[in-house]
């Protein structure tokens, strides 16, 4: 039997009247075909409703929005910086030994210190995944009219460098000149 | 704030964030209107991307109130958060919508900017509009709070009256929020 609106409404409001999380997104989901009409009926709901009191999450979110986007983005997500680098190394198929660049790069950028610009479109794809949200306008990149496709990058890493490149640069650990990370990153130089 | 109508409530929501403004506790202030904020949002946005939209409500209020604006207290905040709400949310797809500043509601040309936002529509006049039973079960319901079990001990009824009560409020409900 298909659930009705008016149904769904009355679930809302029971929600509302006893102080618990409304999880608009699940009702509208719930609605199917019907999602604009009940949207419209919630909304009109809300506005007519008085505020209810202030969770300690919503108060620590406030208290967060002086921070940077990306910051506030990876907090609401309860990522921890090591669980964003981990993640970013392995959607971009870099090796396990990259990790302290991109933590670096990636803690950059999240501090506006990176100019997200010269970001590839690879990096705001997985973070994008990993954040679940757009990770680039975040980090205050406008949009372009056409987008060129996302690249994950594959496990076999040292096959687009030079010879010799991964050894020097990543395995021992020597930064002699701009690496796969460098160039995920829009980095020129490896300062 | 137990004892309280939903209704009451509301004045009493509007002289609290009042309150919180003339003290300069204004993360407390925009605190308890996030999650009204993120349910308009995805209901105006019609999915997900109203979290993202809610947050951009909450930034943009959070800095105006940084700002120092709307200290007058000449508009209850409430007023200030569902206006905001529904600027963001008609602007988001629009090409460099957020580089306008928001409108001057705090001006004295600003009264037009009500025109959109029921400030005077509660919950308590939608209660007044029912007949005196289901009007009875409407106020324990919406602006006390009470389950259904709850109202048939108050009212002396059955569940399965107030539960059909409830049918047909909710019909009414949906007629008045729809007007």
Redesign the interface.
């Given at each position: 039997m298909r659930i009705t609106?008016?149904q769904l409404?009355?679930d809302f409001?029971d929600r509302w009247?006893?102080?618990e999380?409304?999880a608009?997104?699940e009702l509208?989901s719930r609605a199917g075909p019907q999602?604009?009409e009940l949207?419209?009926?919630?909304?009109?709901?809300?506005?007519?409703?008085?505020?209810?009191?202030?969770?300690a999450d919503?108060?620590a979110?406030?208290?967060s929005?002086?921070a940077p986007?990306l910051l506030?983005a990876r907090q609401a997500r309860k990522l921890k910086l090591d669980d964003i680098v981990a993640g970013l190394v392995e959607k971009l198929g870099l090796p396990e030994n990259a990790r302290e660049k991109v933590r670096r790069y990636y803690q950059e950028l999240e501090l506006g210190q990176l100019d997200p610009a010269d970001v590839t479109a690879s990096v705001w794809v997985a973070l994008a995944g990993l954040l679940g949200?757009?990770a680039k306008?975040l980090a205050g990149v406008q949009p372009t009219a056409v987008s060129a496709p996302a690249m994950y990058r594959d496990a076999d890493y040292a096959n687009d460098l030079p010879e010799g490149a991964l050894t020097m640069s990543l395995v021992a650990g020597l930064e002699v000149g701009p690496d796969e990370v460098d160039r995920l990153f829009g980095v020129t130089s490896s300062d | 704030m137990p004892g309280l109508t939903h209704s009451s409530m509301r004045d009493a929501r509007d002289a609290e964030d009042n309150r919180l403004l003339e003290n300069g506790e204004i993360d407390l202030l925009p605190a308890g209107w996030v999650e009204t904020i993120d349910s308009r949002c995805v209901t105006k946005m019609r999915g997900p991307v109203g979290h993202d939209v809610a947050q951009v409500v909450c930034l943009r209020l959070w800095r105006e109130l940084k700002d120092g604006k709307h200290r007058d207290g000449r508009w209850p905040f409430r007023v200030i958060v569902h206006q905001v709400i529904g600027y963001v949310c008609a602007g988001w797809y629009e090409k460099g919508w957020d580089e306008d500043p928001l409108i001057e509601i705090d001006s004295p040309t600003g009264d037009d900017f009500t025109s959109d936002v029921e400030l005077q529509l509660t919950l308590e006049e939608f209660v007044v509009t029912l007949p005196p039973g289901d009007g009875e079960v409407a106020r324990l319901w919406l602006l006390e709070g009470l389950e259904a079990d709850q109202i048939a001990e108050r009212l002396g009824k059955e569940p399965n009256a107030v539960y059909q009560a409830r049918f047909r409020i909710n019909t009414r409900l949906r007629e008045w929020l729809e007007s």
């Open positions: 609106p008016e409404l009355d409001v009247t006893r102080g999380p409304l608009v997104d509208l999602a604009d949207a419209d009926l919630i909304d009109a709901f809300l506005e007519r409703a008085p505020r209810r009191e202030p969770t919503a108060i979110f406030v208290r929005l002086d986007p506030r949200r757009d306008g | -």
